[in-house]
């Protein structure tokens, strides 16, 4: 597994709403492949199970699962799984 990979999911907690709390979901990375320029990550979400997001070498931006672009892993992560940004915080 890539360490950018492991960097990219270290950063990112979640705050509790009532359905998720951290006791009960952690941020994982179920699969990494390094392609040359691009990481692309299969992530654990807490409500729909999994998503993919990327993380751009050159530009070094991370895509969500939409193609949208985010300066950060916790912006990637909250779009693609569908999360509020105020149940995101970095560490």
């Given at each position: 597994?890539?360490?950018?990979?492991n960097i990219a999911l270290a950063t990112i907690s979640l705050?509790?709403?009532g359905s998720?709390?951290?006791?009960?979901?952690?941020?994982?990375?179920l699969r990494a492949s390094d392609n040359g320029l691009v990481v692309e990550m299969v992530i654990s979400c807490p409500h729909d199970g999994f998503g993919?997001?990327?993380f751009d070498k050159i530009?070094?931006?991370?895509?969500d699962?939409?193609?949208?672009t985010?300066?950060?892993?916790?912006g990637a992560y909250?779009?693609?799984?569908g999360l509020s940004r105020g149940q995101i915080v970095s560490k």
């Open positions: 597994m890539s360490i950018l990979a705050i509790p709403d998720v709390s951290n006791d009960d979901f952690e941020p994982k990375i993919i997001m990327h530009s070094n931006v991370f895509l699962g939409r193609n949208k985010h300066n950060t892993a916790s909250s779009s693609t799984c």
